[in-house]
């Protein structure tokens, strides 16, 4: 049941905010989702009323009584999006319509209610216009912002919940890997798997998260930093990253990735960079990868590069792939065809160069 009444998100007449030495200080060096600004989007659902009671308010808890069903069946979704400081000084969204419609699809997976894509607008506009000044200006920082849905009722009864809330929070963050831009080693996993066939896949909830951390605890046992999950029945195909989809480069200038089969993340970043993938020289391909095709390419040089994706990282070269037996080490490992084309997306997203899409929005 989407309501009727336009959610206004509108600014607090007495906001109040952190010192601007601080927001500096915490700016020089933020990580990556340990700080976050001063106020928060909330609104409310019910099944009679539907959507409203929309609001900014101070950064705080959340009240939520211990039999709340969020806690106990994980009806939740989330989105991931940032916000950028062009050269000017400007702020700037990158595909926020994008986020708000894969976060409507996420919502009817968890049997949530819709969120109107145009509230989803309003509440992430109105809280970086608000909280402009936490938008950091220096290398690949950025604001991130993170919309998330969930059960808001006291009711321990399997069912869809009849209260929910949304929220969005944001923060200023640095770059998702520690030491930047380098290669990193993947465990690919043939014992655990991320989600199964009729799952939660195409959805952006935390229980796909969940899943893939005690294999994420396996590849750190294993001097790895990531996890490549194969899928849940044979451990034949490629499908994502616990947190990234997949792609590689062929020798004959291919950007491969796997197709959506729906076990596998819609990705934003994922759509952005094959649709440019042209523009460096490279044809993008969707299509089902057997993760045997991945050794046997490596090996032979068909594929010169590997790489992950996602809004946080943007592009990663992965510089190996173990799989407990041995070890896969693509000839280009610092991918320069991918650091290409993650330059690109950058300068779009920054405002470096024109935005053939239309995919930026200035926040006023």
Known sequence: MLTSMTMRFETPSNPTFTPAERIAEINAAPGFGQFFADHMAIAEWNVRTGWGNDRIVPYGPLPMAPAGAVFHYAQEVF????????????????????????????????????FPVEAFLTSVRNLVALEERWVPSSGEQS??????????ESFLGVRPAQDVIYCCIV????????GGVRPVNIWVS????????GGTGAAKCGGNYASSLLAQEVAYANG?????????SEHRFVEELGGMNFMMVTKGGELVTPDLNGNILPGITRDSLLKLAPQVGLTPVERPIRIAEVYA??????????????TAAVITPLGALHNGDKVYRPANSEAPQGIALRNLLLDIQYGRVADPFGWTEKVD
């Open 143 to 152: 604001l991130y912002i993170r919309p998330f849905l969930m059960a808001n």
């Open 224 to 232: 790895c930093s990531q996890v490549l999950f194969t899928d849940n």
């Open 171 to 178: 923060g200023p963050v640095g770059a998702y890997f520690e």
């Open 190 to 197: 043939n014992q655990y798997s991320r989600v199964a066939n």
């Open 297 to 310: 390419g490596v090996e032979s040089g068909e594929i010169v590069e590997l790489l992950a994706c996602g």
């Open 79 to 114: 989105e991931g999006l940032k916000a950028y400081r062009h050269a000017d000084g400007s702020v700037w969204l990158f595909r926020p319509e994008a986020n708000a419609r894969r976060f409507q699809s996420s919502g009817v997976r968890m049997a949530l209610p819709e």
